[in-house]
């Protein structure tokens, strides 16, 4: 039988405008001072009791990260309300008008969060006739505490308007926020409860198949709205996917990222980039495999750990291994220096992609090392020399000159009939190029080193 449950509010707007702030405010929590680079990175979910309210509200928190879209989109799918937080010193920001673009496909209602009000500068005004007509407006501080109370309230009454329903004793629908592999408690999935409620011991099927039991709960029994986390899976369920304890031939999940290519080596392959890609959730996995340049490749990904294994796929192929969030033991890092692996892990996900994009389209830099003129033409065994005179820096055996508007090698340096390695600022020199090139008396070879940054 239908019954009211709590809401369920998702919290969405852009990156460092407070969402997580505001709700370490409410749930009197530290997470925002932990987070790295201070950007919520994964989708985080409570439920908040409420003194004048039988029912609480149960929160997710969504990433505001451009790169993290999909979570934001499946947050805003698995709500009921949607806060929209803005900060009141900067605007309207790209991230926001994202955010209200997920909100109304989602078509639930917007409650716009106006915050930061206590900061110098702030300006509700301007917030709202930014966004006039896009929903109820409330002025907060995560800070201060300024409006907290007035913004639950409102959550209320936008919910009594039209109450959430759900059937307890109906089968299982439950949505995957977030999953991942740890390495102690096997496959982890943090669900939120649609319909249905979820026992300890439940068979869990992932539409027509069965994936495991719930081995444990974070919250036992789970009743509709509310998040928890279960443990006991045969696989990692893809994020956004729905849980059930029926087998359901009509629900379609999305495809795990477990992605993986054809081999062949080495990092650039017909203009492809190759990598295998750790990430510590399937949320952030799925962000990063999103966001990547269409030129890279992934190999092999998975939530978890780097793993020897990951260095022992990467090494015949030539390939980096790439981190998000994760950790690698000394044993892995050794391993990988043997095997001359690179790896890379980072905590924050624009740095990685940062790096991805330079390894990419590398930034090409020139440096002019040595200046020389041609004075001279000399033969020796039938091979043709150029007689120079250095006017500028130094030219190396080795090094690339251009000359005649065409970039060689310089095969030998001649001092005398000696060779030599080096010949500096005002040695008179001969050199032969490789490959062989026309040159003129009176020209000029410039010797640079070309740097692309990765």
């Known amino acids: 039988m239908l019954q009211t449950r709590p809401p369920i509010v998702v919290v969405l707007g852009h990156v460092d405008h407070g969402k997580t702030s505001l709700l370490d405010a409410l749930n009197k929590t530290s997470v925002a001072a932990r987070e790295a680079g201070g950007i919520t990175q994964s989708t985080r979910a409570f439920q908040l009791p409420i003194a004048n309210s039988q029912l609480p509200i149960t929160f997710i928190d969504t990433p505001g990260h451009a790169a993290f879209s999909q979570m934001r989109s499946r947050g805003g799918q698995a709500a009921d309300i949607a806060i929209l937080v803005v900060s009141a010193v900067d605007g309207v920001m790209p991230q926001t008008k994202e955010s209200i673009e997920t909100i109304q496909a989602a078509k639930i209602p917007m409650i716009v969060a106006i915050n930061k009000m206590d900061v110098t500068g702030a300006s509700a005004d301007l917030i709202k006739s930014q966004l ?26 936008v919910n009594d308007l039209n109450p959430a ?46 994936i495991g039991k719930a081995r444990s709960l974070s919250i036992d029994p789970a009743l509709p709205s509310t998040p928890v986390e279960v443990s006991g899976l045969s696989e990692v369920p893809p994020v956004g996917s729905i849980l059930s304890t029926q087998s359901l031939n009509n629900i379609t999940s999305p495809p795990p990222l477990n992605l993986r290519g054809g081999v062949g080596g080495g990092d650039i392959e017909s203009g492809v980039f190759k990598i295998i890609l ?76 940062d790096y991805v994009d330079k390894l990419v ?94």
């Open 132 to 157: 006039a007509g896009l929903g109820e407006t409330v002025e907060i501080s995560a800070k201060t505490g300024q409006g907290l109370p007035e913004l639950l309230d409102l959550i209320l009454l």
């Open 361 to 454: 389209h590398p930034q090409v830099t020139e440096i002019v090392t040595g200046k020389a003129e041609i004075l001279a033409e000399f033969k020796m065994n039938g091979v043709r020399i150029a007689g120079c005179k250095c006017t500028e820096g130094q030219i190396l055996k080795g090094d690339i000159v251009r000359i005649e508007g065409h970039e060689v090698k310089i095969k030998s340096l001649h001092l005398g009939k000696a060779e030599t390695e080096k010949v500096k600022l005002g040695q008179e020199f001969g050199v032969v190029f490789n490959p062989h090139i026309d040159f003129k008396l009176g020209g000029s070879i410039m010797a640079i080193q070309i740097h692309g940054q990765a």
């Open 165 to 210: 329903q759900a059937d307890p004793e109906k089968p299982l629908q439950a949505i995957v926020l977030e999953s991942s592999l740890d390495p102690h408690k096997g496959s982890l999935a943090t669900l939120i409860i649609k319909d249905g409620t979820l026992h300890q011991g439940n068979a869990i099927y992932l539409g027509e198949k069965l």
């Open 278 to 353: 750790k990430a510590d959730v399937a949320g952030s996995l799925e962000a990063i495999t999103y966001s990547l340049p269409p030129e890279v490749k992934i190999l092999v990904s998975g939530t978890g750990d780097i793993t020897e294994s990951d260095i022992l796929t990467a090494s015949p192929l030539k390939i980096k291994v790439l981190g998000f969030n994760v950790r690698v033991s000394g044993s892995t890092l050794k391993l990988a220096e043997i095997e001359k692996v690179t790896v890379k892990t980072f905590n924050i996900i624009y740095e990685l992609l």
